[in-house]
């Protein structure tokens, strides 16, 4: 399926180039983030194999307006409930999240000052190549819907394990469409092979969530410190979707705690900012640094607690988690000074 949010980009245009807003904004048309919102979502809507979500901005010449539209896939269609935590999802990244800085470079040039609106237009579809009878080989279709008796029987005719459309292969579609049975079926059938393949199947599998695939890989010689999308290792990713038992299985197997991105101060630690508690002191018990923060000069423990300060101010009830999470990172701050 695919999902797409639509809503109308408000452009605030200096004086002096108001005549030629229109010229302005067509310059926009066509620009596209690099990073998608799927990269930052949490559970539930992690668990469910969502992905893409760019963000993109679209000229309607018949009404000369702009459009900011954001289209994700996903491996069956969402619930009202679903959709419902998506859109607000969406809305808060293009107000806070990738849309805060997104396409600076091209305001400023055209002297513009864009203001995202809530969504207008949602909604869902079939993607021609997920749904219509015939443009997706059966392999594809069977490892998407888990149908293993289906999988066996089109191996044995012959069917190519390692296909690829459009730079997705049967173990990728089992793996979005969370079929854990279909994705081991397919591991233990040969269907990664190099070291490449391997990590990035590790991933993939990590971000979903499917342990008992995390594990099959980890056991065929996937890299647990493999660098990945937006220089993330496998950890990285267990601990920004809160996966507690798969970070467990990572350090188990030599994962890095405190592994850096490349130009960033970004670590694990920093990676479970919102995680479940117990997977922060998962990551500190294995030796996480409590004094390395993402702004320099700043602790995690320090962030969590003005954040916590801030939610008490508002009385929100989710101050005492927050007050629970910097007395923790404090605790370990003093065992470290001791050590």
């Given at each position: ?9 408000n ?19 066509g ?38 539209v ?34 600076e470079?091209?305001?400023d ?16 579809e ?9 443009s997706?080989p ?5 490892a ?23 730079g ?18 397919l ?9 490449k ?16 695939v995390?594990?099959a ?5 996937a ?41 960033q ?28 923060g ?15 300060l ?16 910097a007395?923790l ?11």
């Open positions: 399926m695919n999902v797409i949010i639509s809503a109308h980009a452009a605030t245009i200096a004086k002096t180039k108001a005549a030629a807003a229109a010229k302005a904004l067509k310059q926009l048309d620009l596209e983030t690099d990073e998608e919102c799927s990269d930052h979502l949490g559970p539930p809507l992690s668990d469910i194999g969502i992905i893409g979500g760019s963000l993109k901005l679209v000229y309607d010449k018949s009404r000369q307006t702009l459009e900011l954001t289209r994700y896939r996903t491996a069956r269609q969402l619930t009202k409930r679903e959709l419902n935590l998506l859109v607000e999802f969406t809305e808060s990244q293009w107000a806070d999240g990738i849309g805060e800085s997104a396409f470079d091209q305001q040039s055209l002297g513009l000052d864009l203001l995202f609106e809530k969504a207008s237009q949602i909604r869902q079939v993607d021609a190549k997920q749904g219509r009878p015939g997706v059966r392999l594809f279709a069977a998407r819907e888990g149908k293993l008796d289906m999988l066996k029987q089109l191996l044995l005719e012959g069917a190519d394990i390692r296909a690829e459309v459009k997705n292969s049967p173990l990728i579609e089992a793996v979005l469409a969370n079929q854990c049975g279909a994705a081991l079926f591991i233990e059938q040969g269907a990664v092979v190099t070291a393949e391997k990590f990035e199947e590790l991933q993939r599998s990590t971000m979903s969530g499917l342990i008992d995390v594990a890989l980890i056991a065929r010689g890299d647990v410190n493999g660098i990945g999308l937006h220089g993330y290792t496998p950890l990285m990713w267990a601990a920004n979707r809160g996966h507690t038992q798969i970070a467990a299985l990572l350090l188990a197997h030599g994962a890095k705690v405190n592994a850096r991105v490349k130009g101060r970004k670590t694990p630690l920093i990676c479970a900012e919102t995680a479940p508690l117990e997977l922060v002191e998962l990551l500190l018990k294995h030796g996480a640094d409590p004094a390395f993402e702004v320099e000069g700043r602790t995690p423990g320090q962030e969590a607690a003005n954040y916590a801030r939610l008490r101010e508002r009385g929100d009830p989710d101050a005492t988690e927050w007050e629970a999470r007395a990172y404090r605790r370990y701050e003093k065992k470290t000074k001791r050590a």
